[in-house]
C-alpha cells in the first residue's frame, strides 16, 4: 500500500475534528471536516475503492503554503489524489507534477450522493461492531441465500435464528465488498424493504 497512513499535519484551528473507524481500513481515522467525512462514507460504500488514505502528503503551491491532500485512492484500475476545492476556486497553482493525477473535488458534487451517504452513515456501525467475527463464508452463505433477489426483511425472516443485527452485518459487508447491491440506497433510506441481489463478479 503506498500509503498506509497519513502524513504528519497539524489541525488547523477552530477546525472540525470527526474520529471514526474504517471496516475497509481496519483503524481509526481523523478527519478535519464534515465534507472528509461524507468522502470517506462513499469510499467503503464504493466496492471498487481497494484502499485509500486521508491526508497522504501534501502538494506544494505556486505563492501560497502546502496545500493537504484529502485522499489517496486506490481502486481496480486507478490509483489517484482526491483533493476539496471551494466552489468556483480553480485548480491549485503547483510548483511541480505530483507523482499521481488529481481529482478535484466540489462540495455541489457530493450532492447528489446524500442519500448514499446517509444511509452508509448508518449502516456502517453494524460492519464495524462486527468486523471481528464477519469471514469470507459468511458473505458467501448471504449471497447465496439472496439469489434472485430478497428483501432484507424477507432475509431476517429466514435466519430468524441469528440476531438480527449480526444478519444486517453480513448484509451490509457483503455490499461493501461488492457481492450484493441495492440500488435503492441511493435514492431512498434504507428499511426491511430495501431490494438485495447478487452482483456480477467485475461490476463497480
Known amino acids: 500500500m503506498r500509503y498506509p497512513k497519513p502524513c504528519q499535519s497539524e489541525r488547523q484551528a477552530y477546525s472540525d475534528r470527526f474520529d471514526v473507524f474504517s471496516p475497509k481500513l481496519g483503524r481509526p ?29 501534501f502538494l506544494e503551491v505556486k505563492d501560497r ?20 476545492r471551494d466552489e468556483g476556486s ?41 468486523r471481528h467475527w464477519l469471514t469470507n463464508d459468511h458473505t458467501a452463505d448471504i449471497v447465496k441465500r439472496c439469489a434472485g433477489s430478497i428483501t432484507l426483511g424477507e432475509l431476517e425472516n429466514l435466519l430468524a435464528n441469528q440476531e438480527t443485527s449480526w444478519v444486517r452485518a453480513c448484509v451490509f459487508d457483503a455490499l461493501a465488498k461488492g457481492s450484493l447491491q ?15 441481489s447478487p452482483r456480477c463478479q467485475h461490476a463497480d
Open 90 to 130: 480553480p485548480e491549485l497553482n503547483l510548483i511541480s507534477p505530483p507523482s499521481l493525477r488529481i481529482r478535484y473535488l466540489r462540495p455541489s458534487q457530493l450532492d447528489s450522493s446524500v442519500t448514499l451517504t446517509q444511509n452508509w452513515q448508518s449502516m456502517l456501525p453494524y460492519i464495524v461492531s462486527y
Open 182 to 196: 441495492a440500488p435503492s440506497l441511493k435514492s431512498r433510506p434504507w428499511d426491511r424493504f430495501l431490494q438485495l
Open 65 to 84: 503554503k502546502p496545500v493537504l491532500i484529502d485522499f489517496w485512492i486506490q481502486g481496480r484500475n486507478t490509483e489517484f489524489f482526491l483533493v476539496s
Open 29 to 57: 481515522l481523523v478527519l478535519f471536516s464534515y465534507l472528509q467525512v461524507r468522502q470517506w462514507l462513499l469510499l467503503e460504500a464504493f466496492p471498487w475503492v481497494k484502499a485509500f488514505c486521508e491526508r497522504p502528503d
